[in-house]
């Protein structure tokens, strides 16, 4: 009822203002037991994952910016690792909350009764936690979604270009057929304005072709 013993795997942790409220004697932290003490370290942890999980929100945005300026492969990378992110946290917090709906539950005499409208608050903050990281998580599918959307798109915009250039190349190579076939009998061979007239035919061939298809806002 009066030690509470915490251990860490590695250097680091999230327990920085809970030690300062412990040296200053701010708030109730030294007023109540160690019940509440436990509550601090618990209600600690927590923040630290909504802070993370801000930063998470700061790399979605990035990432959904670069889906719909420049959707390049490594951009797709981004998105898998933000998913296994995701995941991982997701794996990490929903253990969390069954925990601490257990204590908030359990019937102990080291827990306080006051010290449990404490917990319920922090039962809550790990319920808007796992509705966070399923928003997040089904951002990140529809990252997915959208860099496919987006790069099939992109392939339909080029593949549009492509068709119209062979598209105008067909008539011009047939004008360009017939008069390259090396008939002895073709008197427009014989002309002196033959070959600018051929150039003035595919010219307008193309001309005509260009303005069709903007008519139709193909172009």
């Given at each position: ?42 209600d600690a942890v ?28 490594a951009t797709l ?143």
């Amino acid at each position: 009822p009066t030690y509470e013993i915490t251990f860490q795997v590695r250097e680091g942790d999230v327990f920085g203002l809970v030690r300062e409220r412990i040296r200053n004697g701010k708030g109730r932290i030294r007023k109540m037991g160690v019940d509440y003490l436990f509550y601090s370290l618990l209600d600690a942890v927590i923040d630290g994952y909504f802070e993370l999980l801000e930063r998470v929100g700061e790399r979605v945005e990035v990432v959904e910016d670069k889906v719909m300026k420049n959707p390049v492969p490594a951009t797709l990378a981004e998105i898998h690792d933000l998913r296994t992110q995701v995941v991982f946290l997701r794996k990490s917090v929903w253990p969390l909350r069954e925990a601490v709906s257990s204590l908030e539950k359990t019937e102990s005499s080291l827990i306080k009764k006051n010290t449990k409208v404490f917990l319920r608050d922090v039962y809550d903050h790990t319920i808007q936690l796992i509705d966070t990281i399923e928003t997040y998580r089904d951002v990140a599918s529809s990252l997915f979604e959208m860099y496919l959307s987006m790069v099939s798109n992109r392939m339909n915009e080029v593949m549009k270009v492509l068709t119209i250039i062979a598209t105008i190349f067909i008539p011009i190579t047939f004008v360009a057929g017939i008069y390259g076939m090396n008939f002895e009998h073709m008197p427009e061979l014989k002309y002196p304005w033959a070959y600018p007239a051929v150039w003035g035919v595919m010219i307008g061939i193309v001309l005509v072709m260009l303005a069709y298809f903007k008519r139709k806002d193909w172009l």
